[in-house]
């Protein structure tokens, strides 16, 4: 059912990526939005899964989309799509509109109409990445997110780290490596470094990145000390189908 969820969707919005900006993923005076919506275990595995969603599915002004919450609830791969899975989603909308991530319109009889705001969380309207002055780095989350399933597979640590790969990748070029300090990652994406070596696994595991470790020193005769680097497998990610 989610992966048919996920081909309805992407031929909508015509397999075209979601927009991450770099704002949704670093901090700036507190956590990220990234942080703050993957925080609350599985709860907030479905508030961000759902926000990216609505975010790829919204992509046309006004940024509106009238599902019921049955079926994010089975976009999204949750069990009990019709029971359990449905509260679940309706929860994780209540916390998005608390958050002014989302304004929810509500008709009786009709599912909510979700429209997406600003992906910083200042309630104000949402606009592209592109259309911001001065113009914010963003980076391109493909279909293939969804329709190879990914959404499904992966944790709410798995799926954010994912996003700050490829938002970092847009600084050096697709296909670059990536480097970050434990210290680096803990002050600039509030994550801990117990949750980023669980992602880091996990990804490693599906095959959506490549770790290598590099020797770092200042000559041949200091203590050598090494890095991870990290290279992201878009042929694993990305769905052919989408546009260039």
Do not use: C
Request: aromatic share 10%.
């Amino acid at each position: 059912m989610a992966f048919r969820r996920a081909e309805s969707a992407a031929q909508r919005v015509r397999y075209r990526a979601a927009p991450i900006r770099r704002k949704f993923v670093e901090a700036s005076g507190g956590p990220a939005p990234l942080v703050r919506l993957m925080r609350g275990g599985r709860g907030g595995e479905v508030r961000l899964k759902l926000y990216l969603s609505a975010l790829w599915i919204g992509v046309k002004s006004p940024h509106d989309i009238e599902f019921p919450a049955r079926a994010w609830a089975e976009l999204l791969g949750l069990d009990e799509p019709s029971g359990n899975g449905t509260r679940r989603v309706t929860d994780a909308v209540r916390w998005l509109e608390q958050e002014r991530m989302l304004l929810v319109k509500r008709d009786r009889g009709r599912p909510s109409k979700l429209i997406v705001l600003d992906d910083a969380g200042s309630g104000k309207p949402y606009e592209f990445p592109w259309e911001s002055k001065p113009q914010d780095v963003y980076a391109k989350l493909p279909a293939g997110f969804w329709t190879k399933q990914w959404i499904t597979k992966l944790s709410s640590a798995g799926v954010g780290l994912l996003l700050i790969l490829l938002v970092r990748e847009t600084y050096s070029g697709l296909g670059a490596t990536s480097w970050v300090s434990p210290g680096r990652a803990r002050d600039l994406y509030s994550l801990s470094s117990d949750t980023w070596s669980r992602a880091t696994k996990e990804l490693r595991q599906l095959g959506l990145v490549d770790v290598s470790r590099i020797p770092v020193s200042l000559d041949d005769f200091s203590w050598r000390r090494v890095r991870n680097t990290y290279r992201l497998n878009h042929e694993a990610l990305d769905d052919l189908r989408a546009p260039a």
